[in-house]
């Protein structure tokens, strides 16, 4: 397509109230501020198709009628229902579950008789009364809730569930928070923001630097106390007893 057939709905705009189009204000006041942002032709081939189908009038025709997505989401959850997510469920079986579902979906229960037919399973006639009785409790459930009673009563629960939390939370205050709790369960104060933190002044408090002094001072001391043990014991080669003297054992000379 040309860029006038691309732009061609557009709003044209003016000088004194110009167009959100880049291109349309272009071609009025003769700038070339427009450039051309858009996907490679490489993918545009690929995806044009799509697009075009995408925006048939016909389809679009289709779509005035507000028609939802809750058909497709009935028939999701029961492919889900023969076969559950919360249980590993490999190729094989998720297609059987689909099948089944597809079949359920279109022609109700009573297409499961043709099924066992097809894998020389017998059933007899209370087979076919069970399903049909299940088609006909799931055609009663699905009409008993499109009345306008149930719809009624529905958004009164969840309305009476929504007042019900908030007022829970209203009493009971905050009960998951990231960080927002100690060792002990209870809530911790909120931390001031930066802009009213103060900010550190570099300087320790007198009691950090009193104890500071006297730790370095007892470990002076104990370096000394540690020396001067050391030089005793080697000039006199014993060892330092507990009341401060050294004992010594004379070195026997060895025997032949």
């Avoid at 939390?165 to 931390?191: H, S, V």
Wanted: proline share 5%.
């Amino acid at each position: 397509k040309t860029e006038e057939e691309r732009h061609q709905y557009c709003p044209e705009g003016s000088l004194e109230k110009p167009s959100w189009c880049k291109w349309k204000q272009d071609s009025i006041a003769g700038t070339t501020t427009y450039k051309e942002k858009g996907l490679p032709h490489v993918f545009f081939d690929e995806l044009i198709d799509q697009f075009l189908k995408l925006s048939d009038p016909e389809l679009l025709d289709r779509c005035k009628e507000g028609y939802t997505q809750n058909a497709n989401e009935s028939f999701n959850s029961l492919i889900w229902t023969i076969a559950p997510k919360r249980k590993f469920a490999g190729y094989r079986m998720v297609k059987i579950a689909t099948n089944l579902a597809t079949a359920l979906f279109n022609d109700g229960a009573g297409s499961y008789q043709s099924v066992m037919n097809k894998l020389n399973l017998p059933s007899t006639q209370h087979t076919l009364t069970a399903l049909r009785l299940l088609d006909s409790m799931r055609v009663k459930k699905a009409e008993d809730r499109a009345t306008e009673e149930k719809k009624l009563r529905r958004a009164f629960l969840r309305q009476s569930k929504a007042k019900k939390t908030e007022e829970q939370k209203r009493k009971e205050g905050p009960t998951y928070e990231a960080g927002a709790f100690g060792e002990d369960g209870q809530p911790q104060p909120k931390r001031a923001r930066k802009s009213s933190a103060k900010k550190p002044t570099g300087r320790k408090s007198a009691t950090t630097r009193e104890v500071t002094a006297r730790q370095s001072a007892a470990g002076k001391a104990r370096g000394k106390n540690s020396r001067a043990k050391l030089t005793a014991t080697s000039r006199f080669g014993g060892r330092d007893n507990s009341d401060g003297s050294s004992s010594s054992k004379a070195r026997m000379p060895d025997e032949p």
